[in-house]
T-cell receptor, first 116, second 114 residues
Framework: AQSVTQLDSQVPVFEEAPVELRCNYSSSVSVYLFWYVQYPNQGLQLLLKYLSGSTLVESINGFEAEFNKSQTSFHLRKPSVHISDTAEYFC??????????????FGKGTHLIIQP | DAGVIQSPRHEVTEMGQEVTLRCKPI?????LFWYRQTMMRGLELLIYFNNNVPIDDSGMPEDRFSAKMPNASFSTLKIQPSEPRDSAVYFC????????????FGSGTRLTVV
């Protein structure tokens, strides 16, 4: 069975500083990896994903994540954060051939807190 | 597209009552998922459907929970009887299987059982 570990439940960062949110997974087969963001009182929104190909994937708002198979990690990074990045971030993994559309397993989330 | 639509947004009910949560997936999507979110347990996959057929319901906590998808545009999650420990935010999500586009989540239903 697959599982996802997000090592930090909460990460406080000053505005314009870099940030890394850590995610490790366990699985016996090939996986698809995702980061979702949840703003207060909203549903989850897809931030970025890794299905195959280049191990470095980017989002439109400056986040990036790198798939590291040997370390079974998919850490999320941003070189300079903004107040609007304050949210809950979820790492998720899926096994299977459905292009990531089989049941996702989510980590417990990391609350990113941006301090002015 | 209006996205995934869930109703109601908020539900407060008394213990023992039946609760029905509703979801309308994105038109054309062929997979639908029900998740529950709590502070203690995070996001849990309850059940998912492919082409209206339940594929994996191993996450459904107990027999009090049931889910149906009578057609491609509608799904329900029912709790009968409800208990205070069922209080959570319930999310529905849909996707187009095989495209790798990920899920689209609804805004959730916040259920409070008193």
């Amino acid at each position: 069975a697959q599982s996802v570990t997000q090592l930090d439940s909460q990460v406080p960062v000053f505005e314009e500083a870099p940030v890394e949110l850590r995610c490790n997974y366990s699985s016996s087969v090939s996986v698809y990896l995702f980061w979702y963001v949840q703003y207060p009182n909203q549903g989850l929104q897809l931030l970025l994903k890794y299905l195959s190909g280049s191990t470095l994937v980017e989002s439109i708002n400056g986040f990036e994540a790198e798939f590291n198979k040997s370390q079974t990690s998919f850490h999320l990074r941003k070189p300079s954060v903004h107040i609007s990045d304050t949210a809950e971030y979820f790492c998720a993994v899926s096994e299977g051939s459905g292009g990531g559309a089989d049941g996702l397993t989510f980590g417990k989330g990391t609350h990113l807190i941006i301090q002015p | 597209d209006a996205g995934v639509i869930q109703s109601p947004r908020h539900e407060v009910t008394e213990m023992g009552q039946e609760v029905t949560l509703r979801c309308k997936p994105i038109s054309g999507h062929n997979s639908l998922f029900w998740y529950r979110q709590t502070m203690m347990r995070g996001l849990e996959l309850l059940i998912y459907f492919n082409n209206n057929v339940p594929i994996d319901d191993s996450g459904m906590p107990e027999d009090r929970f049931s889910a149906k998808m009578p057609n491609a545009s509608f799904s329900t999650l029912k709790i009968q009887p409800s208990e205070p420990r069922d209080s959570a935010v319930y999310f529905c999500a849909s996707s187009l299987r095989g495209t790798g586009h990920g899920y689209t989540f609804g805004s959730g239903t916040r259920l409070t059982v008193v």
